[in-house]
């Protein structure tokens, strides 16, 4: 325990905390406290999630992320080490597709990205760094990782990768949120499809 919490300690250091761990005994004997005081809201989900089918009640499974982050089905090798599809709440919950009566997408009004990954209708200068409205897209939608502060990359609205996104998902219905960061442009663009090597794809 002693060599697993100085490790610990040292992996804290190094992303900027300052916690220093003098006494193991204490924490381990905290630890033990807290798995006492969880212990009766443990159980096999699974099994839980399928007797309160069996009793009628709905559930409601909300996902984590966006689909072309899935291992799978999203742009790899910029993805994620899970599946954030719709099939994803299936394979996470042992709940089979079969139970499900509807699929919902969320979507923002723009696009957005984390990270590094292809990014077609993304707003750059010359230089590649966000333009103006691209910059504005992020202030005016807060456009920033909750726990990183990063800036996210920001767009025009990408009905192909929608498109694609609601095939592989099984999209019912969208919710399209954010559409009020649009307010006060003159010009709105849309993506409907893409040229590659002089052929519109």
Request: net charge negative.
């Amino acid at each position: 325990l002693r060599s697993q919490l100085v490790r610990i300690d040292a992996e804290l250091t190094s992303l900027g905390g300052g916690v220093v761990i003098a006494r193991p005994q204490r924490v381990e004997d905290d630890c033990r406290a807290w798995a006492r005081r969880l212990e009766p809201f443990l159980c096999d989900t699974e099994h839980l999630l399928h007797r309160w089918l069996d009793e009628g009640k709905s559930l409601l499974f909300e996902g984590a992320q966006g689909s072309l982050l899935d291992v799978d089905h999203g742009t790899y090798p910029f993805v994620t080490s899970s599946s954030p599809t719709a099939g994803g709440a299936s394979t996470g919950t042992g709940v089979p597709p079969t139970a499900f009566d509807g699929v919902l997408g969320i979507v923002k009004a723009y696009t957005t990205r984390v990270g590094s990954g292809p990014f077609p209708t993304e707003l750059l200068d010359a230089n590649g760094e966000p333009d103006e409205i691209g910059r504005l897209l992020g202030e005016r939608g807060k456009e920033f990782g909750v726990n990183t502060g990063r800036r996210r990359r920001c767009g025009w609205f990408d009905a192909v990768l929608v498109r694609q996104v609601a095939k592989v998902s099984g999209i019912d219905g969208i919710a399209l949120t954010k559409l009020d960061v649009l307010d006060g442009f003159e010009t709105i663009r849309i993506c409907v499809g893409y040229d590659l090597d002089g052929k519109r794809l």
